[in-house]
């Protein structure tokens, strides 16, 4: 199963509250994945917390609730093809690899002392079958990968388009015509939010949008709260169609 | 336990309840005050575990109504009931709502999750808001409404039910439906009766793609009075029974063809 959620602001509007708005939206998928949970936020910087365990009890010990920003990635997981532990939690957050050394360079604990982070977050519900042979090839081009999970995978291909000069929204669409199984993903970078299904759409997706933010969750009930929510353009994402936000 | 509050009047809840942790024993004590209607038993799911909420539904007796607030879009609510009891969801209800009923009317007032209606018997599941995938999936009998949109998957494997979509209709609606019937007041999104067997499906809007075997077909006098009949008893007045078009099955799945064989 798994439960991904993601929040784009679109001005500051709700900017102090950001962490408490994905707090919400968190609890509204905590269900769908015990094992772990996992949040990336963008504010000045972009911080990646993650852990092993219930997703509340995650929430709470980081202080979510408190915290603010301009964008931001939720997971839980249920985990189905890889181990349960702290590196195969989501969301994977990897820097573009340089293109002039050919080296893997996404390394997800430090957060980056320039002003710019330029690590893409990506978060996945569903599996992918043919990462093992994606994994190979990125090897071939000098990209490595930290895990055996499959949505790291996504996450690295995904860079490394981007080090490659697609943009957000072209790399995307290069993914699900390369990546063959079930997913529902959302990535966000220092200035993108995105979302991007699989051809049968197997995995659920709900997007409410505003004229302040963008809210993408699992199920109907992690929007429930969120200001302004009566008034959103509610809606599922079509399948293989990438919905994308800059700031 | 969670909070009951209002009364069924003169009912027995004692005779009534079929299970052994029925809830019910809460529900004469009430006294109707919490936003139901006279006779009308409101259960707050914002103090109840859903398996206590649906044992107190099972246990209410024909006739009864009974109301749940605050569901904030929690699953497998009114599911599996077996009487012709009237329940009203007062808000976003998630997955498999009214799933397995006979006999019963489930209204939603509010958007739904996954499932709607899933292998409804009898009875009729109202959604007043837009239903998620699958809406009356494996449907045997009853009646499915959606007030609103139905995304993808809408009526899959319908074996026997009705479905009544006010709106669009995403991809694969129909997908593998072997009998029952289909209303789409609005469009249909591609892949329309994917596998189609022997269910019909009536859009009165435009029809994005088929999917295989899927043909459309003529409209017949007795196809106009099923769907008059249809969008009567779903309440939809945007929909011309006669300017509807009908999309059935081709049969050319049915069979293995020799013609073919080299295919397999």
Known sequence: MCGIAGLHLKDDTYRDRLGAMVAGMLRGVAERGPDSAGVAIHSDGLEVLKAVGDPLAFAARIGLATRSGVRALAHTRMATESAVTAAHCHPFAVRPPEPARGTAAGQASAAAATPVDTRLCLVHNGSFANHASIRRRLADEGVTTETDNDSEVAARYLAARLAAGDDLAAALRRLTATFDGFFTLAVTTADSFAVVRDPIACKPAIIAETDRWVAMVSEYRALLGLPGLADAAVFEPEPEEVYLWAS | ?264
């Not at chain 2, 599911?79 to 209204?107: I, K, Q």
């Open chain 2, 1 to 264: 336990m969670g909070k009951l509050t209002g009364a069924v009047r003169g009912t027995d809840t004692a005779d009534t309840a079929d299970t052994a942790d029925t809830a019910t024993a809460g529900a004469a004590a009430g006294d109707g005050a919490a936003g139901g209607e006279p006779g009308e038993l409101v259960l707050d799911l914002a103090e109840m575990p859903t398996r206590q909420v649906n044992a107190a539904l099972r246990a209410l007796p024909d006739g009864a109504r009974a109301r749940l607030v605050n569901p904030a879009g929690r699953h497998n609510l009114a599911v599996g009931l077996s009487r012709a009891v009237r329940v009203t969801v007062a808000g976003p209800a998630g997955y498999y709502v009214g799933g397995l009923g006979e006999a019963a009317e489930v209204t939603v007032d509010g958007p739904v999750g996954w499932g709607a209606g899933e292998n409804l018997m009898s009875g009729t599941v109202r959604v007043r808001g837009a239903a998620s995938q699958s809406a009356a999936a494996s449907a045997h009998g009853g009646l499915v409404v959606v007030e609103g949109d139905a995304s993808l998957r809408a009526g899959i494997s319908l074996k026997g039910g009705r479905l009544a979509v006010a709106g669009d209709v995403g991809r694969y609606c129909a997908f593998l439906a072997q009998a029952g019937t289909i209303l789409v007041g609005g469009d249909a999104g591609d892949a329309l009766g994917d596998s189609l067997y022997e269910a019909v499906i009536y859009v009165a809007g435009r029809v994005r793609g088929l999917g295989t075997d899927a043909r459309i077909s003529d409209l017949t006098d007795a196809d106009v009075a099923a769907v008059r009949a249809l969008a009567a008893q779903a309440g939809f007045d945007h929909v011309d029974p006669e300017n509807v078009t009908r999309v059935a099955s081709a049969r050319q799945l049915y069979h293995f063809d020799t013609a073919h064989h080299g295919a397999y």
